[in-house]
């Protein structure tokens, strides 16, 4: 039987639009990255088109556990993440001042259901640097990517295929486009409807990357949480290496109907470094948590938003991967694991249903896998977020739950997750299961 070769637009050349593209080139399908965005072209020009594509340390870090890392090895590029990231064998979460710290043995969850010792702990890598290394991959793969390209309008064709339009004028036909638009995906509200908006949950805030080594500032923990549930105050830190670390400051609006995405937009957060480590230490964080945060460059503003769940990942040939499928709150630390995920799922049903003919089976069974998963974990994600800014129980009784939550996950009373998600097996059981309906 022959193999038709697919020509596939992708919209969105974020962490999990490039890590798609790659997916689909190792499928043997032809594909074109799509972004609004211009610096890929920016990075690839200087560098002669190709390598080395690097958009500096914006956007702070991102935690990768065994489930994303398989599918990155899938994809080939397992050694270079492990060698620009580094374990996070522990979690600590405590009130704001750093007191009544709780650990949770972050590893030793993973390895209770991760039998491979090198993919147990997870890693923290910058978001910059791993988008660098799924963008160079994709580019070495023969993925074109064109940029400065803003998708407005979706629109399926009587052949089946899909016609794109640019904010420019300019239109690209695909046999199959995947929406990896992110959280605000046009793709998504084109073909699902304007009701599949995510909405706002009234947490803003900043995201910093210092330099620790040329600031002098010590951090002994790799992921850590200072949390005033009272004042709805969050501050996050994650060291990457023993030189960079990444900082965020997360405030709760106050709700007001009055306004348009339903809370007070929070006026009084400075946008400057120096200004938000002074902030921050007036609520009380510890003095090398304050001055990380005075000493951070590159601040990026995040506005966190929730995602109602899907019922389905596709619609005729548009299929959506990563946040634009199931955005989620970030507290859990899942979203893009999550996405990483679609695109683990997404190559094995390509590998095994080569035939264009079969795309129809191919997204069928994408949703069908995929959209229970990705619900789980925006649940999960939901309840973290709620246990961060719950008030009902004051501030030490908060505390005092969640340390009775993550001992239970400590002492495996409680596995919030039972199994390694190993995209191949799952793949299978679902084309069994399928096959044994179908009997
Ligand atoms: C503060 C914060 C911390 C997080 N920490 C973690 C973590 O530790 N671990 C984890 O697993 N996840 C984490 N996440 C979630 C993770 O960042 C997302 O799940 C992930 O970035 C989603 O990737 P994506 O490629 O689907 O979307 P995005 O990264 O949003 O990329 C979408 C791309 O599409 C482009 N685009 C958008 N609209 C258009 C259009 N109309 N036309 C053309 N292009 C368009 C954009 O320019 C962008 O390049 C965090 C999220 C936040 C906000």
């Not at 690839?44 to 398989?70: E, P, Y």
Request: glycine share 8%; proline share 4%; aromatic share 8%.
């Amino acid at each position: 039987m022959s193999k038709d070769i697919m020509k596939v637009v992708i919209i969105g050349s974020g962490l999990v639009g490039a890590a798609t593209a790659i997916a689909l080139r190792k499928a043997g399908h032809e594909c074109t990255l799509y972004d609004q965005v211009n610096l890929a072209e920016a990075a690839a020009k200087a560098t002669g088109g190709i390598v080395a594509v690097d958009f500096g340390d914006s956007g702070g870090s991102v935690m990768l556990r065994s489930n994303a890392l398989r599918v990155i090895r899938d994809l080939g590029l397992l050694h270079e993440v492990m060698a620009n990231s580094s374990p996070n064998i522990l979690t600590h979460f405590q009130k704001i001042d750093g007191s009544a710290p709780i650990v949770h043995k972050t590893m030793e969850e993973v390895a209770r259901i991760e039998p491979e010792k090198d993919l147990q702990a997870p890693r923290q890598i910058m978001r910059s640097k791993l988008h660098s290394i799924f963008v160079t991959a994709a580019h070495k793969a023969g993925v074109k990517t064109i940029v400065g390209k803003k998708a407005i309008r979706v629109e399926e064709t009587t052949d089946r295929g899909v016609n794109i339009r640019f904010v420019d004028g300019s239109g690209v036909y695909g046999d199959l486009v995947v929406g990896a638009d992110g959280i605000h995906s046009v793709t998504r509200r084109q073909i699902f409807g304007e009701e599949t908006k995510p909405k706002f949950t009234g947490v803003i805030g900043y995201i910093g990357v210092v330099d620790l080594q040329v600031n002098n500032i010590a951090l002994d923990q790799t992921c850590s949480f200072f949390v005033d549930r009272m004042k709805k105050h969050l501050v996050s830190t994650f060291k990457v290496s023993e030189k960079l670390a990444a900082i965020q400051v997360m405030v709760f609006g106050d709700p007001d109907p009055e306004e348009e995405e339903g809370y007070r937009p929070y006026s009084d957060l400075p946008k400057h470094s120096a200004r938000l480590g002074d902030l921050i230490e007036s609520w009380g964080v510890p003095k090398n948590i304050a001055e990380m945060m005075r000493k951070s460059f590159r601040i990026s503003p995040a506005s966190i938003y929730d995602l109602p769940d899907l019922t389905a990942y596709h619609k005729g040939h548009v299929v959506l991967l990563g946040d634009s499928a199931h955005g989620m709150v970030p507290n859990a630390g899942l979203g893009l694991g999550a996405g990483i995920e679609d695109v683990g799922v997404f190559f094995e049903l390509l590998q095994k249903y080569p035939d264009e003919k079969d795309l129809d089976t191919v997204l069928r069974l994408y949703s069908a896998i995929r959209v229970p998963s990705a619900t789980f974990q925006s649940n999960n994600s939901r309840t973290l977020a709620e246990q961060f800014y719950s008030t009902t129980f004051g501030s030490s009784g908060g505390q005092f739950l969640l340390r009775l939550f993550i001992n239970a996950i400590n002492y495996n009373l409680y596995q919030p997750i039972k199994e390694v998600y190993d995209c191949k097996k799952v793949v299978e059981r679902a084309i069994a299961k399928e096959k044994n309906e179908a009997q």
